[in-house]
């Protein structure tokens, strides 16, 4: 067990590109959830997987972020068109089963927008 | 949606006291989370409880689920325990967590 991974961990982008994201969770693990922190502010839900299946998304996901986990093992968040209210720490987390199962997070990939 | 108040959001107390950290939730849950998150963004999952009181070395949770409340303790805090602590419940999502914004805890040797 090597943890939930992320990368990069720090990513610093102009205002209109793209970026992505990665991240490998624990390998038994069939959920991935992605979060958004901002400074003083707690983890935010964005959208998360069951396997390659993505079942649910917030609303903060709007249509510049997209997600996928193509093979239910890793998965990707990319920003289009990034803003720089974009700027956040992109936090993933896995967990065997069902919401009850305690979740493992990565050190997660901090993203500032110029 | 499922509320959740911290309190206090920032606490620095000397090495060797009792902590409390409160967390308060709006809907009826199964389980709640503790977390505890050090500088640099790494979240480390400390409890999972939907009943009761469990304990881990230093660090006891407590939860009333009539209440809606959960406490977590820290005995004999150390300049280590530093970070912050976060409370979690389900209803984030159709199956993600609504976080609280954490408590800042600083300890001082």
């Known amino acids: 067990d090597t943890g939930v991974s992320q990368n990069p961990r720090h990513k610093i982008t102009k205002r209109g590109q793209n970026v992505t994201f990665r991240c490998d969770p624990i390998s038994e693990h069939n959920r991935l959830y992605w979060y958004r922190q901002t400074l003083g502010q707690g983890p935010e839900f964005l959208t998360y997987f069951q396997n390659e299946a993505q079942l649910e998304k917030s609303r903060l996901l709007s249509d510049r972020f997209s997600a996928e986990r193509p093979k239910g093992s890793f998965s990707t968040l990319e920003i289009q068109r990034t803003e720089q209210g974009d700027s956040a720490m992109y936090l993933c987390a896995s967990s065997l089963r069902a919401i009850n199962s305690p979740l493992h997070f990565g050190n997660g990939t901090r993203l500032t927008v110029t | 949606k499922n509320e959740v108040e911290q309190s206090p959001q920032n606490l620095t107390a000397q090495e060797g006291e009792f902590i409390t950290i409160n967390c308060s939730y709006s809907?009826?849950?199964?389980?709640l989370h503790w977390l505890q998150q050090h500088p640099g963004g790494g979240i480390v999952s400390l409890f999972m409880?939907?009943?009761g009181k469990k304990k881990h070395g230093r660090l006891i949770a407590t939860i009333n689920i009539q209440e809606k409340h959960s406490s977590l303790h820290i005995t004999a805090s150390h300049p280590r325990d530093s970070a912050v602590y976060i409370c979690?419940?389900?209803?984030?999502?159709?199956?993600?967590?609504?976080f609280g914004k954490g408590t800042h805890l600083i300890i001082q040797p």
């Open positions: 809907v009826g849950i199964s389980a």
């Open positions: 979690a419940v389900p209803g984030g999502g159709a199956d993600g967590l609504t």
């Open positions: 409880l939907s009943s």
